[in-house]
């Protein structure tokens, strides 16, 4: 085992716990689960949240964001919502009598939190596919492209068990661009407690936290190796996975690209950075799995298991 010695490996560490400790003054989290998100926002990953409202999903977007000093834009999700409300449009401007891009909130320079997912139509979502692999966006009917900020995160919540009137199931293609999924859990009474005793504080702003921003992303791509047996073993957690056929409902299920590959990948790097050390283990993989798989994987409705995802994602690492 290799201990942390560059530099730089240690700087991103140390942003860890900052940021880790400004959270933990707010709000009552579970500590993997943050390591997590934190992971996801400073390796630019996409992440979708789960849970019931009110335990703090778009609370802890917003404190991570000002915590780093960029910005936090929410932006709610309802049935009519359509795709220029977020991306922008052109618009005629009669003093030039022509027309100009005015941009919508996706180019905040931070975290962008669509919020209840669920309730966004089809179309709108689709309208987003470029923006979160490209980090670019053509409005609908302009030839031109316009970056988004290189501090742009994205982060959305969803409600997944509350179907209601007005809410549309998020497609494969959709969830395939969330890098990690995460479900809060309700607090426990106790926490409850500790939670209510720990609102109306000031966040805090990390010192030269944009800068550290940038570096921690180049640090962990960079200096947490992974090696060729770990890369097979992620590939193999995949293949199990599509072998679950009887269980597992393949054609609503995001297995087949690539993107969950990497995003294993990647977040395996930030799990082993978080254990002290520079050499991806399987044991960083395994826990990967869980969080890059966890939203990407639907069971049939009519399975023959009563297992949940998490053990079936389970079952398929041990069978790697």
Request: charged share 25%; aromatic share 4%.
């Amino acid at each position: 085992m290799s201990e942390l010695q560059p530099k730089p490996a240690e700087q991103t560490n140390l942003l860890f716990e900052e940021v880790l400790r400004e959270l933990n003054r707010h709000l009552v989290l579970d500590k993997s689960k943050s390591d997590v998100v934190i992971g996801a926002i400073l390796t630019d990953s996409a992440i979708l949240i789960d849970g019931d409202p009110g335990v703090a999903k778009t609370k802890t977007a917003k404190i991570i964001a000002q915590t780093l000093g960029i910005g936090f834009r929410r932006i709610q999700a309802t049935a009519d919502l359509m795709p220029s409300d977020i991306t922008g449009s052109e618009v005629f401007d009669p003093e030039t009598k022509g027309f100009k891009f005015l941009p919508g909130p996706i180019f905040t320079e931070g975290v962008i939190l669509l919020d209840d997912i669920s309730r966004t139509p089809p179309k709108t979502l689709s309208a987003l596919i470029e923006s979160f692999g490209e980090k670019t966006v053509t409005p609908s009917g302009s030839l031109k492209t316009h970056k988004l900020s290189p501090y742009s995160r994205f982060i959305a919540t969803r409600n997944d068990h509350i179907m209601e009137e007005g809410t549309f199931p998020t497609p494969a293609a959709i969830l395939d661009r969330f890098s990690v999924g995460i479900k809060f859990d309700d607090l426990a009474p106790e926490q409850m407690v500790v939670a209510g005793d720990l609102q109306d504080k000031t966040v805090n702003l990390i010192e030269n936290a944009k800068q550290r921003l940038t570096e921690a992303k180049i640090s962990i791509d960079r200096q947490i190796a992974i090696d060729s047996a770990m890369k097979i073993f992620a590939a193999r957690i995949i293949l199990k996975l599509k072998d679950m056929s009887e269980e597992i409902d393949q054609n609503r299920s995001s297995l087949s690209g690539l993107r969950g590959y990497l995003a294993m990948l990647s977040l395996s790097k930030v799990l082993a950075l978080r254990n002290s050390r520079l050499n991806v283990n399987n044991e960083d993989v395994a826990q990967a799995a869980q969080y890059v798989f966890g939203h990407r994987v639907v069971k049939k409705p009519r399975s023959n298991t009563d297992l949940g995802v998490d053990v079936l994602i389970k079952i398929a690492t041990d069978l790697a």
